[in-house]
Structures are given as structure tokens and as C-alpha cells.
């Protein structure tokens, strides 16, 4: 009989906010072999943990007046969005914002956390995962979903290129999947 593999969906969203280092260490202490994450990149080619490029319902930079002039409006993979995006915030700045629960209404849990987290990157969520292994004492696996990739290869910053240069020296046939709704970037890693 194979064992399923369970997975945590963006961490344990749901306790806690998504894409959260609360969420994710979390979720392997309730018992998940996995953690599905999702990959979009900064302005500076930093690949960073969030549902979406656009960010004003994970985190908190709708609120901060220093960033105000960042809202626009982009058509990503044929849709119009409008708020704020992870591709014009160098690290710097991303790093510096709040994250906040996508869907409150529906995770009361994790909105109650609301504030307490910061932005990943994906950098951080190897050491996590390094972490959670060596305490498990067995090999805990990433699921990466890359985002967007067609949208940020036509802005100058190739998802692939980006993934591949950070999970080099890390990623095994244990434990890494990759993922991605375009096909194309999936070749290219």
C-alpha cells in the first residue's frame, strides 16, 4: 500500500496566515510531508512566497503611505488587476511589510495573526524545511508552484532561471515537485 502524501497547502493556512514562517512550521508539526508554496519574483530577481504577485490582501502595504505611489494597474496572464505588485519592490521593501490573511471571512484563525508575519523568500523556506527534516529525522519535501512565469519572463525576470539558480546545491528527486499551470516553464527548469 502507498502512503499518501500529505500536504500543506501554503503552509498551514488556515491556522495561520499563508505563505507565513508560522504557517509552514506549523503545518510540519501537524504532520505534513509537504509544504506547497507559491514563487513570484521582486524587482530585484528575489523569489519571494505569495498566493499572487499582486499583495494588497496578504499583506499590509495598502496601509503604508510610503508605498501608496506603487499602485497600478497590470494585466497578468489576461487579467486586469489593480493594486499592488511584488515585481516593483526590491526585497528591501518587501521585507519590511506585514502579512495578513487572504480570506478572513472564511480563516478567523489566521486572521487572528494578522500582522505577526513577514514576507518569505524562498531561501527562507529551504532553511525551514532543512529544519523540520533534521527535528523529523526524515526527508520533508517542497512543492514548489511557480507563478506567473509567461507574465515575468516578459518583464526580465525568468522564473525558471531564478528557481534553478536557487535550488541548486539543495533540490533532490526526494524532495522537490515542481508545479506551475504553464507548462513551458516546467521544460525550462
Do not use: C
Amino acid at each position: 500500500m502507498v502512503k499518501p502524501l500529505v500536504i500543506g497547502h501554503r503552509g498551514a493556512s488556515g491556522y495561520r496566515p499563508e505563505h507565513t514562517r508560522a504557517a509552514y512550521e506549523l503545518a510540519f508539526r501537524l504532520g505534513a510531508d509537504a509544504v506547497e508554496p507559491d514563487i513570484v519574483a521582486t524587482s530585484d530577481g528575489v523569489l519571494v512566497l505569495r498566493h499572487e504577485n499582486e499583495i494588497s490582501g496578504t499583506t499590509d502595504v495598502a496601509s503604508r503611505p510610503e508605498f501608496a505611489d506603487r499602485r497600478a494597474e497590470k494585466v497578468v496572464d489576461g487579467v486586469t488587476m489593480t493594486g499592488w505588485f511584488t515585481e516593483d519592490f526590491t526585497w528591501a521593501e518587501l521585507s519590511t511589510l506585514r502579512t495578513i490573511e487572504r480570506l478572513p471571512a472564511v480563516r478567523q484563525g489566521g486572521a487572528s495573526f494578522n500582522g505577526t508575519g513577514r514576507i518569505l523568500r524562498l531561501v527562507d523556506l529551504i532553511e525551514i524545511i532543512d529544519a523540520a527534516s533534521a527535528r523529523e529525522g526524515r526527508t520533508l519535501i517542497m512543492v514548489a508552484e511557480i507563478k506567473h512565469a509567461t507574465y515575468f519572463e516578459s518583464i526580465g525576470l525568468p522564473l525558471d532561471e531564478l528557481f534553478a539558480t536557487e535550488i541548486r546545491g539543495w533540490a533532490t528527486a526526494e524532495n522537490l515537485i515542481v508545479e506551475s499551470f504553464e507548462q513551458t516553464v516546467l521544460g525550462q527548469i
